[in-house]
């Protein structure tokens, strides 16, 4: 069946723009988690989504990042102001259920990534 | 601070040989644990899990064992293959009531024909 997707591939962008990176988790999957990747290291944590609602946003970095899930789907992971630190590979992954769902932590599956870069 | 580390950050192995890539991580309250790996410009791919109920699970040509008594997570590959070659991540999910995944740095894994 169709993994994870998101979209776009790759985005370049201006300082101070406003970007959307999309993702499509497994098909129903009822958990999605967004990570960031910086060149030679492993995935950081930002959110995790039980069904619609955030469930653990402690990893955003700021206030400039947001993101949403508002069907329990698709989720959009929104970055206001983009500034050169930025710059990364955006990961989803998504599990069938979660340690909120289920009690314990389901395995993760992720995408492909969105690589973003600000110049 | 919570850390998931990697004892080495390259291994090189011939082809056909068995190959062992080791993990420390920080949290003993942790109870799952992942092995994933990443070909370049991919996102990681699953390779396989642990929960701390257990201290070995294998799967195809891979088996993870778990020391909980010394915090350390190692990822066996038998008859490794050049398809092998890749930098592999261990994770903790820690808190363990969250679904939150600690990443090590990785470790590059080099396959020689």
């Known amino acids: 069946g169709a993994g994870v997707s998101q979209t776009p591939s790759n985005k370049v962008t201006e300082k101070g723009k406003y970007v959307e990176l999309r993702c499509d988790p497994i098909?129903?999957?009822?958990?999605l988690y967004w990570y960031r990747q910086s060149l030679g290291q492993g995935p950081e944590f930002l959110i995790y989504?039980?069904?619609?609602?955030?469930?653990?946003d402690s990893g955003l970095p700021n206030d400039r990042f947001f993101a949403v899930r508002p069907e329990g789907s698709v989720s959009t992971l929104k970055i206001q102001r983009t500034e050169r630190g930025d710059s990364a590979v955006y990961l989803c992954?998504?599990?069938?259920?979660?340690?909120?769902?289920?009690?314990?932590?389901?395995?993760?599956?992720f995408g492909p990534g969105t690589r973003l870069t600000v110049l | 601070g919570e850390s998931v580390g990697l004892h080495l950050p390259t291994l090189s192995v011939q082809e056909g040989d068995n190959s062992i890539i080791n993990c420390a991580y920080s949290?003993?309250?942790?109870?799952?644990f992942i092995w994933y790996k990443q070909e370049s410009g991919k996102g990681p791919q699953f390779i396989i899990d642990?929960?701390?109920?257990?201290d070995k699970r294998q799967g195809q040509r891979v088996t993870v064992l778990l020391n909980k008594t010394v915090k350390h997570l190692s990822l066996q590959i038998a008859a490794t293959q050049p398809g092998d070659s890749a930098v592999y991540f261990c994770?903790?999910?820690?808190?363990?009531?969250?679904?939150?995944?600690?990443f090590g740095q990785g470790t590059t894994l080099q396959v020689k024909p």
């Open positions: 949290n003993s309250a942790s109870d799952y």
């Open positions: 642990i929960r701390s109920n257990m």
């Open positions: 098909s129903g999957h009822t958990a």
């Open positions: 989504f039980q069904g619609t609602g955030a469930a653990d």
């Open positions: 994770a903790e999910n820690y808190p363990s009531n969250t679904g939150k995944l600690i």
């Open positions: 992954a998504s599990s069938l259920t979660s340690v909120l769902l289920a009690g314990s932590a389901d395995t993760q599956y």
